[in-house]
T-cell receptor, first 113, second 115 residues
Framework: DTAVSQTPKYLVTQMGNDKSIKCEQN?????MYWYKQDSKKFLKIMFSYNNKELIINETVPNRFSPKSPDKAHLNLHINSLELGDSAVYFC????????????FGPGTRLTVT | KQEVTQIPAALSVPEGENLVLNCSFTDSAIYNLQWFRQDPGKGLTSLLLIQSSQREQTSGRLNASLDKSSGRSTLYIAASQPGDSATYLCAVTADRGSTLGRLYFGRGTQLTVWP
């Protein structure tokens, strides 16, 4: 059984479009995260939710809006996509936000043309 | 601001060698340190997690050490195998105020083990 899953795995779209990436975890964790890995493979946190509440919001353009309908799901919606948004987006989860081990999904490769 | 550096950026070794990957971080106020493995086109797999109060952790052929005061960690891989080829990422969890829980990543060491 997949612990942290993301859909879609690949996403190719044009500049200006709006797209969403979905994440689900079946580990019973309270905390979920979105990370962005750029073309140089550098991973950086974007958002974190704990029990459906936003607790980490890094310096991310407000075109990016996370939504957590319940503890097991954390979706990422991106408006007005730009070329620079091309990256691999990883979802992760942990038992709590206090530094517990984080489990990562397989990633979504977003390509904006 | 926490910065994590990994050396070397790439490493290519023959099968059977013991090897050491290095990680350093600028702010010693960490909660823990994790080593991850990333295979091409795949997600991250957690290998070892060392709490700030611990000195080392072992899992099979992997041993990770932590010297919090000097801001260093090493990942030791014994008797390397071609299946160990991957990118190894070091990440520290912040332990101060509003930054608690944030993972700060290094840029990784790309390891190739050839038969």
């Amino acid at each position: 059984d997949t612990a942290v899953s993301q859909t879609p795995k690949y996403l190719v779209t044009q500049m200006g479009n709006d797209k969403s990436i979905k994440c689900e975890q079946n580990l019973g964790h309270d905390t979920m995260y979105w990370y962005k890995q750029d073309s140089k493979k550098f991973l950086k946190i974007m958002f974190s939710y704990n029990n459906k509440e936003l607790i980490i919001n890094e310096t991310v353009p407000n075109r990016f809006s996370p939504k957590s309908p319940d503890k097991a799901h954390l979706n990422l919606h991106i408006n007005s996509l730009e070329l620079g948004d091309s990256a691999v987006y990883f979802c992760a989860s942990s038992h709590s936000p206090g530094g517990d081990e984080q489990y990562f999904g397989p990633g979504t490769r977003l390509t904006v043309t | 601001k926490q910065e994590v550096t990994q050396i070397p950026a790439a490493l290519s070794v023959p099968e059977g060698e013991n090897l050491v990957l290095n990680c350093s971080f600028t702010d010693s106020a960490i909660y823990n340190l994790q080593w991850f493995r990333q295979d091409p086109g795949k997600g991250l797999t957690s290998l070892l997690l060392i709490q700030s109060s611990q000195r080392e952790q072992t899992s099979g052929r992997l041993n990770a050490s932590l010297d919090k005061s000097s801001g260093r960690s090493t990942l030791y891989i014994a008797a390397s195998q071609p299946g160990d080829s991957a990118t190894y990422l070091c990440a520290v969890t912040a332990d101060r105020g509003s930054t608690l829980g944030r993972l700060y990543f290094g840029r990784g060491t790309q390891l190739t083990v050839w038969p």
